[in-house]
């Protein structure tokens, strides 16, 4: 069964302090790997999708990479404005399956 | 252009009755789904279809129905609801090379 896994479940950083969050995943047949950002009461907001190991995307203060077994959601000089529950799925064929989150908060 | 559109964005129901969740995306796309988000649990699929006309189940169907008529459209049918249906229920819609985009979600209280 296909399973993933995020880790840590909640994270408090200082503004400032750089960090990473984790997703770790079995799935036989990996057709896409995707971050997503969620605000409270919203719906998940894409970020970045990875297809293959070593792949890595930018965006401002977020860097995803991806090996053959998890991914990595690095957090660079995070601001307040990054405080949300970031998520993790994984698309095998035609079925999306995320993880639980983790919920980031940054204090000022 | 809406993306996904989801009705209504609240709904409180009686145990035993029943309703649908509308779910429209405008973007053409062949892939919708349906999930629930509860604490602590994350995003669950009920329902997925893969066009018009066809559809299949996820990881938590019970209680609930779907179907796929149109390219468009893609509602969910609680048929008696429960209170472990209290949920947040997520609509998404993605191409086969593309992200899922997701609605903005129906907070639903079962009493």
């Known amino acids: 069964e296909d399973q993933v896994t995020q880790s840590p479940e909640a994270l408090r950083l200082q503004e400032g302090e750089s960090s990473s969050l984790n997703c770790s995943y079995t799935v036989s047949g990996l057709r896409g790997l995707f971050w997503y950002r969620q605000d409270p009461g919203k719906g998940p907001e894409f970020l970045f999708t990875l297809y293959s190991a070593g792949e890595e995307k930018e965006k401002e203060r977020l860097k995803a990479t991806l090996t053959k077994k998890e991914s990595f959601l690095h957090i660079t000089a995070p601001k307040p404005e990054d405080s949300a529950t970031y998520l993790c799925?994984?698309?095998?064929?035609?079925?999306?399956?995320f993880g639980t989150g983790t919920k980031l908060q940054v204090i000022p | 252009n809406a993306g996904v559109t989801q009705t209504p964005k609240f709904q409180v129901l009686k145990t035993g009755q029943s309703m649908t969740l509308q779910c429209a995306q405008d973007m053409n796309h062949e892939y919708m789904s349906w999930y629930r988000q509860d604490p602590g649990m994350g995003l669950r699929l009920i329902h997925y279809s893969v066009g018009a006309g066809i559809t299949d189940q996820g990881e938590v169907p019970n209680g609930y129905n779907v179907s796929r008529s149109t390219t468009e459209d893609f509602p969910l049918r609680l048929l008696s609801a429960a209170p472990s249906q209290t949920s947040v229920y997520f609509c998404?819609?993605?191409?086969?090379?593309?992200?899922?985009?997701f609605g903005q979600g129906t907070r639903l209280t079962v009493v």
């Open positions: 799925a994984v698309r095998e064929n035609q079925k999306v399956t």
């Open positions: 998404a819609s993605s191409s086969s090379t593309s992200e899922a985009f």
